[in-house]
């Protein structure tokens, strides 16, 4: 099928000689069409031809004018300037957040010729306001500081506006570029424009300023204009014919060409999918790439990079007209965690600057930062080998000299970890520092898109500087909103090959090409059309008064270009989530344009094949919908485990481990995996209960000491040892915390309380005992014959305290928890063994392997530390709480051989059943295992 670039290219080639062509001007709507109508119209001679000057209508209108269009960081400041002289308490950091807003009212306003500027401003003053809110109410309303700031501002912009355009002078934004042209164009054509004719082809919805430029034009015999229509919309009451149909009955823009009738006469496929996921779209999407001529019409750049991911390496031809902003790059992310790091990530303490640590990390990992560490330094890697260092040390703040120096002489750590100390000339330059020095080592090595926003951010920062010298008073974070909002508004475009099968654009830059497949992503409601929602300060009553469009009005334009792309094609693919977010403002619901094709197009073309199909992907589940892993043993795997009982052994936590579950057993102790080290700003349970361990461990070695009568006299001894035991450990292991303030220092404080009450409570309670052991470790080996082998192992276990008092050995463990009767209890109808063997019955079984191994040392040497221990001495395994110190939690109740034959019957079957190979080992189905599982994201739980 013929596309319209075609048509019109050749009605522009047959309405003029060869010769004739280089004085002929032709406007497009964007650039990309101006590429395809070159590619059509040369195609029509085998005769080389002068091509005539074919120009996008914003790089037309710019032309006309001889202004030069301001760059963004240029208009913000003058702005900013303006706006100074009517209100000089305005802050930068608060006018930052609104200036974008106020820059595009005026390029509206401009653009739409609003006559009655002052009108507009004085329909939002506080007079007129409070005129057409009450008019006959007799209660006044009241008049507020923040009332008083809103109606302030529009009396201010009413001067700005004026004020902006002469300060301006030879520069411009771009609506008062078009302003100008529009308003001075009978001057310029009386002046000669330089052509002999003017072509306008496939435009829609045009601003008033750009009426008014083209119908001067045609009223001159100046213009020809090739509109790209269909009757389906043109002779019906349809939107997207709403401003088209108003053009062709008052005529100003001279003869209309007939509309085509492609809608209702062509064969065509249309597939709507619905999707889970919003990300699941890019993967659906690549599914359905073919050798057509293709378009991905994507409205959200957020989606660009997914896709490309998806289609990998297999397509090999493509170009994104779509522009990346600012804010997309990976440079823009390290500048982003650089602000942060000079901001909440620091603070000055008495020795200078100290950096978090989580900051750091995220610095000395970042993929740009990494990619230098690695060209610069080969293998060394010593920007990881810090970030390990700091973990190692559990480091919650590292000082600045620290970070700038562990490697000397390096620049970028120089730039990196240099404190700003407020100052926003030192801020830019060490962002320009840190941007040159990535730029010299990696740049060659980055792809086309980041080599270009390192360009592009390298000349905002020169930008910036510039102003710098002219704003001494802006803050750093005046510099930080203002980056954060140029990443939204500077944009890259993309590069690639301009004819390649595949094009990815926004449905905007579709106008005036065909293709022969469309496929459409986010096809939400919301999202195309646009929500209703009005990025201006202008209220919707003054854009209705004074002739500014409103997003009814968006709706059309929308409607156009989506019915006007689906004229040529043969196939369409529409994809919509049904997904809770959308990415940019959508509902879960399809447009309802996908409605307005099912009940309306499809019914009138019967040519038109529509299919509506939900997107589906199987998930392997067991009975309770959950993900189901199963490890098999082979030789290999049983070798593992025969290494792992001889050189590591059977532990309480092990074991416990594996009746909770045996994949969490395999993954953990057969083959190591461990959680990736984390630094703590506070302490864990684990690391709290470590602190309070090794402190009694020191306490009862260094002050009560070992296999000693504790006498009463030793009680304020004992107190008094308490405060500097803690800080000899916290030094030791956890210096990286910060205990000087916040959660920390009450955890210091509750860690001297527990200590004290643990002492008053159950050491200095009245009865004479002795502590014989702290921290120890006992093993006892055992061996298994599995048919023709023998299998030796071991079981170890490390218990707290071994106390001595009153004829009775006590095997205390502490625990920071909380603890309940019923966990020392025999489950019901159930012996002992099979108590041991139950998954939640872990401090049963703890106490049960505790009172084995003291009964099978003292067997062996009839001592506890050189203690000798009375042959009628009863042996108490139990814990305390220090939630609780005044109950001590017994086991009690079975005879030594009880014991001892209930714990090895357990270990056998335990070490069968781990090398029976007919036994995988497999997920448990106690789903609250998983809930603090260090494997849970494995399992997909």
């Known amino acids: 099928m013929t596309s319209f670039l075609s048509e019109s290219a050749e ?3 047959k309405a003029n000689k060869l010769n004739d062509l280089k004085d002929v001007c032709v406007v497009l709507p964007s650039r990309r069409a101006t590429f395809f109508f070159k590619k059509e119209l040369a195609n029509l001679s085998e005769t080389p031809f002068i091509s005539p000057k ?3 209508i914003d790089d037309f209108v710019c032309n006309l004018s001889g202004l030069q269009i301001s760059d963004q960081v240029s208009l913000i400041f003058d702005l900013f300037e303006c706006y100074k002289l009517f209100d000089t308490s305005v802050k930068f950091e608060e006018f930052i957040t609104w200036a974008p807003t106020v820059l595009k009212d005026f390029d509206i306003i401009d653009q739409y010729l609003v006559q009655d500027v002052e009108g507009l401003f004085n329909y939002m003053s506080e007079a007129e306001a409070l005129n057409r809110w009450q008019p006959d109410s007799e209660k006044a309303i009241e008049t507020t500081a923040q009332t ?18 002469k300060r301006l002078n030879k520069k411009a934004y771009r609506g008062m570029a078009y302003r100008l042209v529009a308003e001075d164009l009978e001057q310029i054509v009386d002046a000669d424009l330089g052509y002999r004719h003017f072509y306008f082809i496939g435009l829609n919805a045009l601003s008033k300023s750009e009426e008014k430029i083209i119908s001067t034009l045609v009223d001159n015999k100046m213009a020809t204009c090739y509109w790209d229509t269909d009757e389906w919309f043109m002779n019906s009451k349809h939107q997207a014919g709403d401003v ?18 492609l809608l209702q006469t062509t064969e065509k496929e249309i597939n709507i999918y619905e999707s889970p996921f919003n990300s699941l779209q890019a993967k659906v999407g690549t ?5 057509q001529n293709t378009v991905f019409v994507v409205p959200d750049e957020n989606l660009i990079q997914p896709l490309l991911f998806s289609m990998g390496n297999e397509v090999e031809e493509y170009n994104i007209t779509m522009g990346l902003g600012m804010g997309q790059s990976k440079l823009s992310a390290l500048i982003n965690t650089i602000f942060e790091l000079q901001g909440i990530g620091s603070f000055q303490s008495n020795t200078g600057t100290r950096f978090s640590h989580a900051f750091i990390q995220r610095i000395l990992t970042d993929p740009l930062v990494k990619r230098y560490e690695v060209k610069v330094f080969d293998s060394e890697n010593p920007f990881s080998a810090k970030k390990q260092d700091i973990i190692n040390k559990n480091q919650v703040y590292v000082s600045e000299r620290e970070m700038s120096t562990f490697v000397p002489n390096e620049g970028l750590l120089k730039a990196l970890f240099t404190s700003w100390d407020n100052d926003a000339q030192k801020a830019i330059i060490g962002l320009k520092n840190i941007t040159e020095l990535l730029r010299e080592q990696i740049f060659e090595d980055l792809d086309s898109m980041e080599k270009e926003f390192f360009m592009l951010f390298y000349s905002v920062l020169n930008r910036l500087q510039d102003e710098l010298g002219k704003h001494a008073d802006l803050s750093i974070l005046s510099i930080k909103l203002l980056l954060k909002e140029l990443s939204k508004l500077e944009r890259v475009p993309f590069t690639g090959e301009p004819i390649a099968p595949l094009q990815i654009m926004s449905l905007l830059e579709t106008r005036c090409l065909d293709f022969d497949h469309v496929v459409l992503f986010s096809f939400n409601e919301g999202i195309i059309p646009a929500s209703s929602k009005n990025n201006s300060l202008i209220p919707y009553e003054a854009c209705i008064a004074h002739g500014i469009p409103v997003f009814s009005d968006q709706d059309s334009i929308m409607a156009y270009h989506f019915y006007r792309l689906l004229m040529r094609a043969k196939k369409v693919d529409i994809i919509f989530t049904n997904a809770k977010s959308t990415g940019i403002g959508g509902s879960k619901d399809p447009s309802r344009f996908v409605l307005q094709l099912m009940e309306n197009l499809a019914k009138e073309n019967a040519l038109i094949k529509i299919e509506k199909k939900i997107v589906e992907f199987k998930k392997a589940e067991n009975e309770q919908g959950l993900t189901s892993i199963s490890i098999k043993k082979n030789s290999d795997t049983r070798e593992k485990i025969k290494g792992y009982l ?13 009746y909770s579950c045996s994949l969490m057993f395999y ?36 002050v009560v000491l070992l296999n000693t009568l504790i006498p009463a006299e030793l009680k304020p001894k004992v107190k008094a040892a308490i405060p500097w035991v803690l800080d000899k450990v916290f030094k030791k292991h956890f210096e990286g915390y910060q205990v000087e303030t916040g959660i920390n220092l009450i955890y210091r404080k509750m860690a001297e309380n527990l200590l004290l009450q643990y002492y008053e409570k159950c050491i200095f309670d009245g009865k004479e005992r002795l502590i014989l052991s702290v921290e120890d470790k006992f093993v006892h080996n055992l061996n298994l014959k599995i048919g023709d082998e023998l299998i030796s192992y071991f079981i170890n276990g490390k218990i707290d305290s071994i106390e001595f008092e009153e004829n009775s050995l006590m095997l205390i463990d502490f625990k920071t928890g909380g603890l309940k009767a019923g966990e020392f209890n025999l489950k019901k109808d159930s012996s002992l ?10 401090k049963f079984r703890q106490l049960v392997v505790y009172k084995y191994l003291i009964y099978k040392e003292l067997e062996r040497v009839s001592s506890i530390n050189g203690f000798t221990i009375p042959s009628n001495t009863e042996i108490v395994p139990g814990m305390y709480s220090f939630r609780d110190l005044s109950k001590f939690h017994e086991f009690k109740g079975f005879e030594k051989e009880e014991i001892v034959g209930a714990t090895e019957e357990a270990f056998k079957e335990l070490v069968e059943e781990l090398l029976n190979t007919e036994m995988p080992f497999e997920q448990t189905s106690d789903l609250k295992v998983c809930e603090y599982c260090s494997f849970k994201t494995i399992c997909h739980r």
Not at 148 to 165: G, I, Q, S
Not at 246 to 252: I, L
Request: proline share 3%.
């Open 287 to 291: 599914e359905f790439l073919t050798d």
């Open 646 to 658: 001889a050189k590591k052994g059977l532990s309480v936590s092990s074991i416990s481990q594996y």
């Open 833 to 842: 063994l099979q108590t041991f063997q139950a998954p939640d019955k872990s």
């Open 667 to 702: 993954y953990s102790k057969i083959l190591g995996l461990e959680e990736s080290e984390e630094i703590e700003e506070t302490f864990a349970a684990n690391a709290f209960g470590n602190w309070i361990h090794e402190s009694i461990e020191i306490i009862s070695e260094e």
């Open 148 to 165: 008083h700031a809103y109606f302030e501002l529009y009396d201010n912009l009413k001067k700005v506006y004026f004020e902006f355009r």
């Open 54 to 56: 074919v120009f996008a």
């Open 244 to 261: 088209l149909r108003n053009y062709r009955k008052n005529k100003p823009f001279g003869d209309w060409n007939e509309p085509k009738k």
């Open 11 to 13: 009605s522009v080639f």
